[in-house]
């Protein structure tokens, strides 16, 4: 069998070659992007009592979105009720957050082609994700629809309410002791979150012109 060896036209074809090539690989390092604390939220569902269910959120979050590896970082502190009291609560005796000051998401997305979203374009993705809450580090899996803005903005939003549960993240003690503060005969032990992030994009460094 006889093998013959390729040779480019020209030094150009072989760079347009390599650089069609390098394209797949590139996909997700075009721009870099930073969450949108004003268009974005974290919201948890309280059920006490067996029966009243109310909507919290926490009013304070940042992160990014770099090279596929999202970083969500949540001020505990933050956590908004609607009752000062139980925000304080909230903070002192369930987050403690004099020792634990904020709740950390982070996951790898590099297999979502979100970069290549048109204007009103969606796609959704499963994503493997972590959450650090506590001290306590859990694995989780959720779906995602993500869209992409007309400002050069994405929307990620959780297809359905994650499932968190209060013995995975130490916080057994403070859910009593909530119960003991308000006079109450039970707080659920499993709260239902959802997210939205707006995320905005950052030009690269690298968009220069080729010379």
Do not use: C
């Not at 904020?102 to 374009?121: C, E, F, P, S, W």
């Amino acid at each position: 069998m006889i093998f013959k060896t390729f040779k480019p036209a020209s030094a150009a074809s072989a760079l347009v070659l390599a650089s069609t090539l390098a394209l797949p690989a590139l996909a997700h390092g075009k721009a870099d992007w930073s969450v949108n604390p004003d268009n974005s939220s974290v919201n948890f569902v309280s059920i006490k009592n067996s029966s009243v269910g109310e909507v919290h959120h926490f009013k304070t979050l940042q992160g990014s979105l770099k090279d596929g590896q999202l970083l969500v970082n949540i001020d505990l502190a933050s956590v908004e009720t609607g009752i000062e009291i139980r925000n304080t609560r909230m903070q002192d005796y369930l987050f403690e957050t004099g020792q634990f000051a904020t709740a950390t998401i982070t996951a790898n997305v590099r297999h979502i082609d979100y970069n290549h979203l048109k204007v009103g374009q969606s796609l959704r993705s499963n994503v493997s994700f972590a959450i650090t809450l506590h001290g306590k580090k859990v694995i989780l899996n959720t779906d995602v629809a993500i869209t992409q803005q007309a400002d050069n903005t994405l929307n990620v939003i959780t297809e359905k309410p994650i499932m968190l549960h209060a013995k995975d993240f130490g916080l057994e003690g403070g859910i009593a002791k909530l119960i003991e503060l308000a006079g109450l005969k039970a707080i659920a032990s499993s709260v239902p979150v959802t997210a939205i992030l707006n995320l905005k994009k950052i030009p690269s460094n690298n968009n220069k012109k080729a010379l």
